[in-house]
């Protein structure tokens, strides 16, 4: 970040030198390592059995279960709001302001997650929000805080501490590839751009195959928690 900021410095001609342009990572700590983790069909069941069991509040347990049913963002759920949602037709419109890309995209929905989505929307019937803050109760995004929080208490729960809330994400597009979804339309579902020549050429949404695609992991997810009962 610092060289970022150098660097521009240098263009506009508000220094003459780069003081940190020799700087290495390693000079200063370490690179960041890449993270790999996703649950086992074992791990997903007790995660879902330990969620179901632990103190989050409702919403907020919804809130949970649709980050590993649509594999999205914790942000574009945090911020989302219900005119984003059409239940009808199993379709999330995340805006440029809540994706990662900046650019705005249309996300598939299974049977299940609508059925979730419905039942969060009914909680505050006049608020925008889809999930607001649990404790005041106003109509504005619940703070990112919150998923840190609520990953803790799920972890004790479970006795499982070497996952973050991320890798709910991570494990929902590699179950997938296992259950044979096709590549890009497991992108689509996480809200990726395409690589290579199909980011310019492929402007498919691939909606109707993403549905599929959800309903197929919504299923998985089902028969993993129901091997799981305790």
Same mark, same amino acid.
């Given at each position: 970040?610092?060289? !970022?900021?150098?660097?521009?410095? %240098? =263009? +506009?001609?508000?220094?003459? +030198?780069?003081?940190?342009?020799?700087?290495?990572?390693?000079?200063?700590?370490?690179?960041?390592?890449?993270?790999?983790?996703?649950?086992?069909?074992?791990?997903?069941?007790?995660?879902?059995?330990?969620?179901?069991?632990?103190?989050?509040?409702?919403?907020?347990?919804?809130?949970?279960?649709? @980050? %590993?049913? +649509?594999?999205? =963002?914790? &942000?574009?759920? =945090?911020?989302?709001?219900? *005119?984003?949602?059409?239940?009808?037709?199993?379709?999330?419109?995340?805006?440029?302001?809540?994706?990662?890309?900046? !650019?705005?995209?249309?996300?598939?929905?299974?049977?299940?997650?609508?059925? @979730?989505?419905?039942?969060?929307?009914?909680?505050?019937?006049?608020?925008? !929000?889809?999930?607001?803050?649990?404790?005041?109760?106003?109509?504005?995004?619940?703070?990112? *805080?919150?998923?840190?929080?609520?990953?803790?208490?799920?972890?004790?729960?479970?006795?499982?501490?070497?996952?973050?809330?991320?890798? %709910?994400?991570? +494990?929902?597009?590699?179950?997938?590839?296992?259950?044979?979804?096709?590549?890009?339309?497991?992108?689509?579902?996480? *809200?990726?751009? @395409?690589?290579?020549?199909?980011?310019?050429?492929?402007?498919?949404?691939?909606?109707?195959?993403?549905?599929?695609?959800?309903?197929?992991?919504?299923?998985? &997810?089902?028969?993993? &928690?129901?091997?799981?009962?305790?």
């Amino acid at each position: 970040k610092l060289k !970022q900021i150098f660097a521009y410095c %240098l =263009r +506009t001609e508000k220094i003459r +030198t780069n003081p940190i342009a020799a700087l290495r990572i390693n000079d200063v700590g370490k690179p960041v390592g890449v993270v790999k983790r996703y649950f086992s069909d074992d791990e997903i069941g007790l995660f879902w059995w330990s969620l179901e069991s632990c103190g989050i509040v409702h919403q907020n347990k919804i809130f949970v279960k649709l @980050l %590993l049913l +649509t594999g999205c =963002r914790g &942000v574009e759920l =945090r911020k989302a709001k219900k *005119g984003e949602f059409d239940v009808k037709n199993r379709t999330w419109r995340v805006p440029a302001e809540n994706s990662k890309t900046r !650019q705005p995209f249309v996300r598939g929905l299974s049977a299940y997650a609508t059925k @979730l989505i419905d039942e969060a929307m009914a909680l505050y019937p006049d608020f925008k !929000q889809l999930f607001p803050p649990a404790i005041v109760k106003t109509d504005r995004p619940m703070s990112a *805080g919150v998923l840190l929080n609520m990953a803790e208490q799920i972890r004790n729960e479970m006795g499982v501490y070497d996952w973050a809330m991320h890798d %709910l994400r991570r +494990t929902a597009k590699t179950k997938m590839s296992e259950l044979g979804i096709e590549p890009h339309v497991s992108e689509k579902v996480l *809200g990726h751009k @395409l690589g290579g020549v199909l980011a310019v050429y492929d402007q498919h949404s691939y909606l109707k195959e993403q549905q599929g695609a959800l309903d197929v992991w919504a299923a998985h &997810v089902a028969s993993c &928690v129901s091997s799981m009962k305790p």
